[in-house]
């Protein structure tokens, strides 16, 4: 099975940013996820209810929990890799052991 990289995105951001690198890394052989973070309460008219008291180990444990699940299904940790943000909350994924 191809090594899985997660892709977490910055603030402000979505997933989908990364679909040109996601798409490079694809052809290479990876397996890559790049998840929109609270992707359920984001809307273009502003944060839902609930969305602005989120702390960054709110963030942090819900890419350590995906992690998580991506080395049950691959039998490996995955190759974390943020931007911005996403890059502190990458940081903090494997400070955790999780990538």
């Given at each position: 099975?191809?090594?899985?990289?997660?892709?977490?995105?910055?603030?402000?951001?979505?997933?989908?940013?990364?679909?040109?690198?996601?798409?490079?890394?694809?052809?290479?052989?990876?397996?890559?996820?790049?998840?929109?973070?609270?992707?359920?309460?984001?809307?273009?008219?502003?944060?839902?209810?609930?969305?602005a008291?989120?702390?960054?180990?709110?963030?942090?444990?819900?890419?350590?929990?995906?992690?998580?699940?991506?080395?049950?299904?691959?039998?490996?940790?995955?190759?974390?890799?943020g931007?911005?943000?996403?890059?502190?909350?990458?940081?903090?994924?494997?400070?955790?052991?999780?990538?």
């Amino acid at each position: 099975m191809a090594e899985t990289i997660l892709l977490i995105h910055g603030y402000g951001c979505a997933g989908d940013v990364w679909d040109p690198m996601a798409a490079r890394l694809r052809a290479e052989g990876y397996r890559v996820v790049a998840p929109t973070i609270r992707a359920a309460v984001r809307t273009v008219d502003g944060p839902r209810e609930g969305l602005a008291g989120l702390t960054l180990a709110d963030y942090v444990a819900e890419m350590s929990a995906l992690a998580q699940a991506l080395a049950k299904e691959d039998g490996g940790k995955p190759i974390v890799f943020g931007h911005s943000m996403g890059g502190l909350i990458a940081q903090k994924v494997a400070e955790a052991g999780h990538a």
